[in-house]
């Protein structure tokens, strides 16, 4: 089973400024997902790929990464952006989730 | 337009079995590539994914639950159906469904999700 390793745990920032998140595979990853999770909503898809942006996701979001190392970069946070950030696998059965990145308001 | 809907029981009992239904509308998982998977997420805490079914039948689950779970489609195709038996206090958690859009694509749909209590 692959294990994604996400860092860091939680990220204090404050809106305008750029965050960085990453994801760490076990073994080499063939596919990888981002999703955004707020409060009491189910999680909202980003990336299915690691740069391929899902439909209406704004292009301040970016995603990269391949082999075991991957990142989300939101370039300016928006007040709508602090939320909880899931890395997802689904190259591999059984899929996994990492633990998540929680960026919450500095 | 494509909703996803889970139901359930509110509150189970420990070592009952529990029994959970997507109802999807939107697309048909009769005739195309696409799948649903159940995923939970315990308050406060990850997400989980359980299982898989793909629109050819084929399933795929986790490892450390396949004895307890089991992925099937209603007759009507419109419907995905989990058990889960044995449930525990640790099974405390919202339950998810989501689709997949083709083979090796993500999440791209999700129910609102229900939250499933394990308590005597």
């Known amino acids: 089973e692959i294990v994604l390793t996400q860092s860091p745990g939680t990220l204090s920032l404050s809106p305008g400024e750029r965050a960085t998140l990453s994801c760490r595979a076990s073994?080499?990853?063939?596919?990888l997902a981002w999703y955004q999770q707020k409060p009491g909503q189910a999680p909202r898809l980003l990336f299915s790929?690691?740069?391929n942006r899902a439909t209406g996701i704004p292009d301040r979001f970016g995603g990269s990464g391949s082999g075991t190392d991957f990142t989300l970069t939101i370039s300016r946070l928006e007040p709508e952006d602090f939320a909880v950030y899931y890395c997802?696998?689904?190259?591999?059965?059984?899929?996994?989730f990492g633990q998540g990145t929680k960026v919450e308001i500095k | 337009q494509v909703t996803l809907k889970e139901s359930g029981p509110v509150l189970v009992k420990p070592t009952e079995t529990l029994t959970l239904t997507c109802t999807v509308s939107?697309?048909?998982?009769?005739?195309?590539?696409?799948?649903v998977s159940w995923i939970r997420q315990p308050p406060g805490k990850a997400l989980e994914w359980l299982a898989h079914i793909f629109s050819n039948g084929e399933t795929s689950y986790s490892t450390s639950l396949r004895s307890k779970l089991t992925i099937s489609r209603a007759s009507s195709k419109s419907r995905v159906v989990l058990t889960m038996t044995n449930m525990d206090p640790v099974d405390t958690a919202t339950y998810f469904c989501a689709r997949t859009y083709d083979y090796l694509t993500a999440f791209d749909y999700w129910g609102q999700g229900t939250l499933i209590t394990v308590s005597s």
């Open positions: 073994q080499s990853v063939g596919y």
């Open positions: 790929g690691p740069s």
């Open positions: 939107g697309f048909s998982l009769s005739n195309t590539r696409m799948g």
């Open positions: 997802q696998q689904f190259g591999s059965s059984p899929w996994t």
